[in-house]
C-alpha cells in the first residue's frame, strides 16, 4: 500500500470520526434545545407552584406541584431505602470478604443481573408484590419498585468506590486492633464518603427521571400526597399524559414538564460530576 | 572515535509541563557500535530512547527542542514523515509487547504495513527473521499460534526479530532484558552483540554489569544531564566526572 | 450484613417467580410455541400471540443498532486516541449528560422532530406513505439513547490497552489509524462486542421512549416505516385494561417474563466478553 493510500485512509476515518462525534454531542444539544425552546412559552412560575386545576389529567391551569413534590417525595423515600440496603451489602462485600470468595461472586452477579433488567419488569414485579400484600396503588408502592430498580445501580457505583480503597489501609486499620465493623465505619466510609454521596445522586437521578418503573405502582394525583398510602403523580407520568391529550395548551405544558425535569437531572449530574471530582482531590494513594 | 557517527543528537532538552527532563543532551552515536546509555533510574534514559524514534509525539504536553540527526537529516524537521523515520529504528521494549496477533503475522506486521503484498516474500522473511533469532526450529509448526503463548523469553526474542523484519539501521533498546530470566537475558545480549555488524545498537539499562559485558561506547546519564560519555573501556576505567564514578562505585544508584 | 447480601439473589429470584406464576395462567390455556409464534393479538376473543411484539422489538432494536454501532465506535476511537485533551474532557461530561436524560424526555423530543421529520420528509424521499410514527423513528430515538451505553464502555475497554502496546505498533512504522485497526480494536475486541451486547440489551428493554414514537400497532412490520409494537411498550399500554379481561394478565406478565429472560441472556453474554477482557489486563 503506497505511503499516499494510507495517508488518505486515515484522512476518511478522521473525517467519519469527527462526524460521529459530532452527532452525538449535536443530538444532545438538538434533544436539550428543542425540550426548552419549545417549553419557553409554559415555562411560569406557576408551573413549579401550583397543583393542576380543571378536572381531566392536567387541567388548563395550575400547575405540575403535584408531580414535583410526588416525584421527590417518591425518589427521596426510595433512594433512603435503597441506600439502607445497599450500603451494608457492598461494605460487607469490600471488607468483610475477599474479593474472590465464592458468596461475593455470587452476590456481584445477582447484582448485575438486577441492574440490566429494565424498569418495565420491575413495574410489573412491583405490580405483583402490590396486590399479594393488598397494597393499592400509591407513594409507599412506587418507593418500594424505585428502590429495587435503585439498589443494583446505587450498589455497582458504591463497589466500584470502596473497592479503590487500597487492601493496605484496611490492614493498617485492622492491626491497630479495630474490628471489622469499625474499619468499615471509620475507615473506609469516610476515605470514600464523596464517592459514596455520588452513587447516592446517580442512583436519586435515575429514580426521579423514570417512568415505567412507576407506571403501574404509583399511581397518580392530582394532588400532592399526604400519606405512603395516597397515590402520587411523578413527574414522567405526568409529562407522559399531559402530551396524551387532545389540548394543545396541555401539550404545551407537557414541554415544560419535560424542561423542569431535564433541569432537574441535570443540576443532580453536575452536583454528582463536582463530588466526584472532589473525591479525586483527597482520595489517599 | 570512529569516522561518520550515524546518529547525532544536538542540545535535546525534553519537559514534559514544566518538568524538565532532558537538559541540552548533545551526542554522537557511532555507526555499528553499540551504545549503551547508564544512569539511575527516573533520570531520563527512556525519555531520551524515546525521543530517538519520536515516541514522545504521542504524549500529552510534552516540548522538545533541538535537534537529533539521522544521517545528517534532522527527524524533527516539519513534514518530515514519521513513519519513514520509525523504519529505520527498530525498538525492543523492557517488557515484551507482542501484537495481539498470531507469531506469523507478528513478524509479518511491519513488511506488510510497508506495502509488501507478496505471500511468498513475507513468508521468506518471517522464516529468515525467525531461523536468525533461533526460533524457527521451536515454533515453526505453530506459526498461526497467537503470539501471547509463547514464554516471555521466546517473545522478547520475537519482537526482536520482528522489529529486523524492517529491515532497520538503528536497533533500540529500553532495558531489554530485564523482565527476563538469566538465561533469555544471555541469548538477548548475545544476539545484539552479533548484530552490531550490521546495524547501530542503542541500549538503556540500569544494569551495570550488562554494560560492561556488551558496550562499545557508554553514556552516563544522570538527572536529565548528559555527564560523561566515551568509549566504554575509558569510561569504566577511568571515569573523569566524581559523579560518574559515584554511579560505578554503587554510591548514587 | 450477611443475611442482607443475599438480598439481590433473592430479589432475582422472586422476580423469576412472581412472573412465572403469574404467567400460569395462560400458559396452562395454550402452548407456549403458539404465544411465542402466534400472530393473532386479540385479546377479547382470546387471541394471545406474542409474535409480533417480539418482532417489532427486534425490528426496532436491530435497527437501532445499525444507527448506533458505528457512530458510537468511531466517536470512542475518536475520543480515545486522537482527541485533543480539551476535546476528551468536555465530551465526557456531555456523554454521560446525555446518559441522564430519562426516557419520557426523549420521548417527548421523538414526538416533536423525529416522527414529523420522518413522516414528512424521509418516508416521502422513499416514495412511502408514513405518519412518522414508525419502527424509523423509534430506531433513531433508541440509538441516541444508547450511544452512551456503547461508547462509555468501549472508552474504557480503550483506556485498559497499554500505551506500551501503541508504542510498539508505531515504532514498527505504522500509522496511528493502521495501528487503532490492528492493535487497539484487535485487543479490544472481546470488549467491543459486549459494548455492543449491553447496548443491544439496554435498547430491547426501552420502554417510554419508544412507545411514544413507534405506534403501537400489533401487526408484523414489514419496512422501516411501518408502525410496531415493541414488548416494553405492550406491558405498558395495557395496564388498566389487563384486570377486566381474563387471562390477558397472566399474558402481560408472561410477556414481562420474556423480555426478562432476553434481557438476562444478553447481558450474561456481555458479562462474560467483559470478564475475559479483565482477565486479560490483570
Request: aromatic share 8%; charged share 15%; proline share 5%.
Amino acid at each position: 500500500m503506497g505511503f499516499r493510500r494510507r495517508k488518505y485512509e486515515e484522512r476518511i476515518f478522521r473525517v467519519l470520526m469527527l462526524g460521529a462525534t459530532a452527532v452525538v454531542v449535536g443530538s444532545l444539544l438538538l434533544i436539550l434545545g428543542t425540550v426548552v425552546i419549545k417549553a419557553w412559552p409554559a415555562l411560569k412560575l406557576d408551573m413549579i407552584l401550583k397543583t393542576p386545576r380543571g378536572g381531566y389529567y392536567m387541567g388548563k391551569e395550575g400547575g405540575i406541584l403535584n408531580a414535583i413534590l410526588g416525584s421527590l417525595y417518591l425518589a427521596s423515600g426510595a433512594t433512603f431505602l435503597a441506600l439502607l440496603l445497599s450500603l451494608p451489602i457492598v461494605l460487607y462485600l469490600n471488607v468483610y470478604t475477599r474479593r474472590k470468595s465464592a458468596w461475593a461472586v455470587q452476590v456481584r452477579f445477582a447484582l448485575d443481573v438486577l441492574w440490566g433488567v429494565p424498569s418495565i419488569v420491575y413495574g410489573a414485579f412491583g405490580f405483583i408484590v402490590m396486590v399479594l400484600i393488598g397494597l393499592r396503588a400509591s407513594l409507599l408502592a412506587g418507593i418500594i419498585t424505585v428502590a429495587l430498580l435503585e439498589l443494583p445501580i446505587m450498589a455497582r457505583a458504591m463497589d466500584e468506590v470502596i473497592r479503590l480503597v487500597p487492601q493496605a489501609l484496611k490492614d493498617a486499620s485492622a492491626s491497630l486492633g479495630a474490628t471489622r465493623l469499625e474499619t468499615a465505619f471509620k475507615v473506609v466510609l469516610r476515605q470514600c464518603l464523596p464517592g459514596l454521596l455520588t452513587a447516592v445522586l446517580i442512583a436519586f437521578g435515575r429514580g426521579v427521571g423514570d417512568a415505567a418503573s412507576v407506571l403501574f405502582t404509583a399511581g397518580f394525583t392530582d394532588s400532592v400526597p399526604t400519606s405512603l398510602f395516597q397515590p402520587a403523580a411523578t413527574l414522567p407520568l405526568a409529562i407522559f399524559f399531559q402530551l396524551g391529550t387532545p389540548f394543545p395548551e396541555v401539550q404545551q405544558r407537557a414541554y415544560a414538564s419535560a424542561a423542569l425535569l431535564t433541569f432537574l437531572i441535570l443540576i443532580i449530574s453536575l452536583a454528582a460530576r463536582a463530588l466526584s471530582r472532589k473525591l479525586r482531590k483527597h482520595t489517599l494513594k | 572515535m570512529t569516522p561518520e557517527p550515524h546518529l547525532r543528537i544536538r542540545d535535546l532538552s525534553v519537559a514534559f509541563g514544566a518538568q524538565s527532563v532532558l537538559k541540552n543532551v548533545s551526542l554522537d552515536v557511532p555507526d555499528r557500535k553499540i551504545t549503551v546509555i547508564i544512569g539511575p533510574s527516573g533520570c531520563g534514559k527512556t525519555t531520551l530512547l524515546k525521543s530517538l524514534n519520536r515516541l514522545l509525539d504521542s504524549v500529552d504536553d510534552v516540548t522538545i527542542t533541538g535537534g537529533i540527526f539521522v544521517d545528517d537529516e534532522d527527524i524533527y524537521a516539519p513534514g518530515v514523515d514519521v513513519t519513514r523515520i520509525r523504519k529505520k529504528m527498530g525498538l525492543l521494549s523492557q517488557k515484551p509487547q507482542v501484537l495481539p496477533m498470531s507469531i506469523f503475522d507478528n513478524i509479518a506486521y511491519g513488511p506488510r504495513i510497508h506495502g509488501l503484498r507478496d505471500g511468498k516474500a513475507v513468508a521468506a522473511i518471517v522464516e529468515r527473521e525467525l531461523r536468525s533469532a533461533g526460533l524457527w526450529d521451536e515454533v515453526k509448526d505453530r506459526l498461526h499460534a497467537p503470539a501471547s503463548r509463547l514464554s516471555v523469553g521466546q517473545q522478547q526474542r520475537l519482537c526482536l526479530a520482528r522489529g529486523l523484519a524492517v529491515e532497520p539501521e538503528i536497533i533500540l533498546g529500553d532495558e531489554p532484558t530485564s523482565a527476563l530470566d538469566p538465561q533469555s537475558s544471555r541469548i538477548v545480549e548475545q544476539r545484539l552483540i552479533e548484530l552490531k555488524a550490521g546495524y547501530t545498537v542503542i541500549v538503556v539499562t540500569h544494569i551495570l554489569r550488562q554494560a560492561r559485558r556488551i558496550a562499545d561506547y557508554i553514556a552516563f546519564l544522570y538527572l536529565g544531564e548528559l555527564v560523561e560519555h566515551g568509549p566504554a573501556a575509558e569510561v569504566f576505567a577511568r571515569p573523569r566526572d566524581p559523579r560518574t564514578r559515584a554511579y560505578l562505585t554503587g554510591e548514587i544508584s | 450484613m450477611l443475611l442482607l447480601t443475599a438480598l439481590p439473589g433473592l430479589v432475582v429470584g422472586l422476580i423469576l417467580l412472581g412472573l412465572l406464576l403469574k404467567s400460569r395462567g395462560i400458559l396452562a390455556m395454550k402452548p407456549l410455541s403458539a404465544l411465542l409464534f402466534g400472530s393473532d393479538w386479540h385479546p377479547l376473543k382470546g387471541g394471545f400471540g406474542l409474535f409480533p411484539f417480539l418482532v417489532g422489538t427486534l425490528w426496532v432494536t436491530l435497527a437501532a443498532m445499525i444507527l448506533a454501532v458505528p457512530i458510537s465506535l468511531l466517536t470512542a476511537v475518536y475520543l480515545s486516541e486522537y482527541a485533543p485533551r480539551i476535546v476528551r474532557s468536555a465530551a465526557k461530561p456531555l456523554i454521560d449528560l446525555l446518559s441522564g436524560i430519562p426516557s419520557v424526555v426523549f420521548g417527548v423530543w421523538g414526538v416533536l422532530l423525529v416522527v414529523p421529520f420522518v413522516g414528512r420528509v424521509v418516508a416521502p424521499l422513499f416514495g412511502v406513505y408514513s405518519s412518522g410514527y414508525s419502527i424509523l423513528a423509534g430506531a433513531v430515538v433508541l440509538a441516541i439513547m444508547i450511544f452512551p451505553t456503547i461508547i462509555l464502555v468501549c472508552l474504557e475497554v480503550f483506556a485498559s490497552v497499554s500505551q506500551d502496546l501503541r508504542d510498539t505498533s508505531l515504532a514498527l512504522g505504522a500509522t496511528k489509524w493502521e495501528t487503532v485497526k490492528h492493535v487497539v480494536l484487535r485487543k479490544g475486541a472481546g470488549g467491543i462486542i459486549a459494548a455492543v451486547v449491553l447496548g443491544f440489551s439496554r435498547a430491547f428493554g426501552e420502554t417510554m421512549a419508544v412507545l411514544m414514537v413507534v405506534g403501537n400497532v400489533a401487526k408484523v412490520p414489514h419496512s422501516l416505516f411501518d408502525s410496531a409494537y415493541p414488548l416494553p411498550a405492550l406491558i405498558a399500554n395495557n395496564y388498566g385494561e389487563m384486570m377486566s379481561i381474563p387471562l390477558y394478565d397472566s399474558a402481560i406478565m408472561l410477556s414481562a417474563l420474556v423480555l426478562f429472560l432476553i434481557v438476562l441472556v444478553f447481558n450474561l453474554a456481555a458479562r462474560v466478553f467483559l470478564t475475559r477482557v479483565e482477565k486479560k489486563v490483570e
